[in-house]
């Protein structure tokens, strides 16, 4: 099983300013990782598919980066509504698919 | 447009099976590709995968729980059913149904929480 490890764990950042979360693979998983945004209540979102592309209607100021076992969500211009928890997932060796225990965007 | 609900019990009690359905509407599972999981969270935590059923009705399990879950789908009625044998209160949790693609999950249900309890 391949494990997915995000960090932090929590991340204070103003409204405008850009946000970096992590996300590492236990293995390589090539460019087979999603990101998902989850607010309170709500099911996730996804995001960012194929480590880069983003879904359809998600923002530009969401990009991801990265391949092998290090992986990027980053946030440009942070917003009030993009507070919330973010999850990296691995769908390069499966099953199972994993998932990351979760990045928590908090305002500074 | 994609919509999945998740409907069933919100509270079951220790050792019973749970039955769990997810309706959707926007695609059909008898079209190459398709598939659709089951993905929980329990409170506070984070999301774990369950299970999934492809439009060729090859079923994937979680492999620590691929004893207790079984997933069935009803095509005709645009139905996906997931069963847990033998629940406890650490499955506690809200479930999830979502639409498969090529690995992750872009439409996903509002989510059903189910309490295991006496």
Known sequence: ??????????????PGERATLSCRASQSVTSKIAWYQQKPGQAPRLLIYGASTRATGI??????????????LTISGLQSEDFAVYYCQQYKNWPPVTFGQGTKLEIE | QITLKESGPTLVKPTQTLTLTCTFSGFSLDTSGAGVVWIRQPPGKALEW??????????????????RLTI??????NRVVLTMTNMDPEDTATYFCAHFISGYFDHWGQGTLVTVSS
């Open chain 1, 1 to 14: 099983e391949i494990v997915m490890t995000q960090s932090p764990a929590t991340l204070s950042v103003s």
């Open chain 2, 50 to 67: 369950l299970a999934l059923i492809y439009w060729d009705d090859d079923k994937r399990y979680s492999p620590s729980l691929k004893s």
């Open chain 2, 72 to 77: 069935t789908k009803d095509t005709s009625k």
């Open chain 1, 59 to 72: 923002p530009a100021r969401f990009s991801g980066s990265g391949a092998g076992t290090e992986f990027t």
